[in-house]
């Protein structure tokens, strides 16, 4: 506890598809300001661990780049759980730990809050796959509240690759699909905010993590206190499937429902709001 009688905890941040532990760094910045602990996650196969090739940078050789091996082959949802839940084991002993995640991270912490429910002080998802009546972030894709969502016009970002792998090739110099792009997860950002951001993303994600079963239990998950942050700009995760996966999860545990905080931003926008974020997170 700190001289100001707030508690010191230690926030552990889960990145969404595609992305990496840099993606936290503004929001460890104010995190630190006020005086808490912090460890963004890499997941199996990505940041230091990513697989980036010579072929992937200028000038490009995307027939080349689509032979070369991934590093996220083979990579399940479990995997992702399985490393987190060390991480969490592991700044535990030093103290309270809040396990957040943004987009597809959700389905990683659920698995973790799922594992280890009473190393969790708290659970906070920042417009993130929650499944509860599907098994997994594709199978809500399909659904009348994903309709706004601007995902599907980003199709011409993928490139060849190995089986069971999603790659992007984010070095494009598409003007229209980068437009595209930002306006599906960053619309409100710069076009200089916006490319560097773009250039911290991996290219590759395992296909499995987005399609494993990631049903929460309401037992064990459902025993964790819960924050839900919508962003109610998002146009890649909408804001009305947000909030059916707010509503579907607050009845499997009508004891423990969601504290539910909104923010007007985009997908990633709120890395450009990262104090209001940390001042929602410290509780």
């Known amino acids: 506890m700190t001289k100001t009688g707030v508690v010191v905890r230690t926030f552990v941040l889960v990145h969404g598809s595609g992305s990496n532990g840099t993606l936290w760094a503004s929001v460890q910045r104010e995190l630190a300001l006020r005086g808490q602990r912090s460890y963004a996650v890499d997941l199996p196969g990505h940041g230091s661990d990513a697989g980036y090739s010579r072929s992937y940078q200028a000038p490009q050789d995307l027939t080349a780049w689509a032979a070369e091996p991934s590093s996220v082959t083979g990579v399940r949802l479990a995997d992702n759980v399985a490393h987190v839940v060390d991480v969490v084991r592991r700044v535990a002993e030093h103290g309270p730990v809040v396990l957040v995640g943004a987009s597809l991270g959700g389905v990683t912490i659920s698995g973790v809050a799922d594992e280890v429910p009473e190393l969790l002080e708290r659970i906070v998802y920042l417009s993130a796959w929650i499944c509860t009546s599907r098994p ?148």
């Open 136 to 283: 997994n972030p594709l199978a809500y894709m399909g659904e009348p509240e994903f309709a706004r969502s601007l995902v599907g016009e980003l199709g011409g970002f993928a490139v060849d690759a190995p089986d069971g792998v999603g790659r992007a090739n984010y070095r494009t110099a598409d003007k229209a699909l980068l437009d595209a792009l930002k306006a599906a997860t960053m619309a409100e950002a710069t076009d200089a905010q916006f490319l560097a951001a773009v250039n911290q993303l991996d290219p590759d994600e395992s296909l499995a993590v987005m399609s494993d079963d990631a049903r929460v239990h309401p037992d064990r998950w459902g025993r964790v206190p819960r924050t839900f942050i919508r962003l109610t700009e998002d146009r890649s995760l909408p804001v009305e499937l947000q909030d059916r996966l707010i509503a579907e999860a607050d009845a499997s545990t009508p004891g423990n429902p969601f504290t539910v905080h909104d923010l007007d931003c985009s997908h990633m926008g709120f890395v450009l709001r990262a104090g209001e974020v940390a001042d929602l997170l410290v509780f």
